[in-house]
Nanobody, 120 residues
Framework: QVQLVESGGGLVQSGGSLRLSCAAS????????VGWFRQAPGKEREGVAW????????YYANSVEGRFTISRDDAKNPAYLQMNTLTPEDPAVYYC?????????????WGQGTQVTVSS
């Protein structure tokens, strides 16, 4: 089994920053893309940021572009999410996920999520 584990969530003041990490455990598989998604209570899950494992190209949702940065380390640490200038629109459970086909394909592996809370 392959598992992704997020960490780094917590409570931060509006305007502050957090850095989320995604670590892979178990048998490490090759993947084409890693993405970060978030879901707030009562809302649909939405994509936040994506990074190609082969090219390093990154993509962002309009709501976070310019504030969040996705990066990667290696196959066992496939994605980080640096979140700056957090606002009351950002609190949610954040998930990392990996896809074999590409950034626009189905994401086959998901973490358990980490909670991000923003106070004002």
């Amino acid at each position: 089994q392959v598992q992704l584990v997020e960490s780094g969530g917590g409570l931060v003041q509006s305007g502050g920053s957090l850095r989320l990490s995604c670590a892979a455990s178990g048998y490490t598989l090759s993947y084409a893309c890693v993405g970060w998604f978030r879901q707030a209570p009562g809302k649909e899950r939405e994509g936040v940021a994506w990074i190609s494992s082969k090219t390093g190209s990154t993509y962002y949702a309009n709501s976070v572009e310019g504030r969040f940065t996705i990066s990667r380390d290696d196959a066992k640490n496939p994605a980080y999410l640096q979140m700056n200038t957090l606002t009351p629109e950002d609190p949610a459970v954040y998930y990392c996920a990996a896809a074999h086909r590409g950034c626009r394909a189905r994401y086959e592996y998901w973490g358990q999520g980490t909670q991000v809370t923003v106070s004002s």
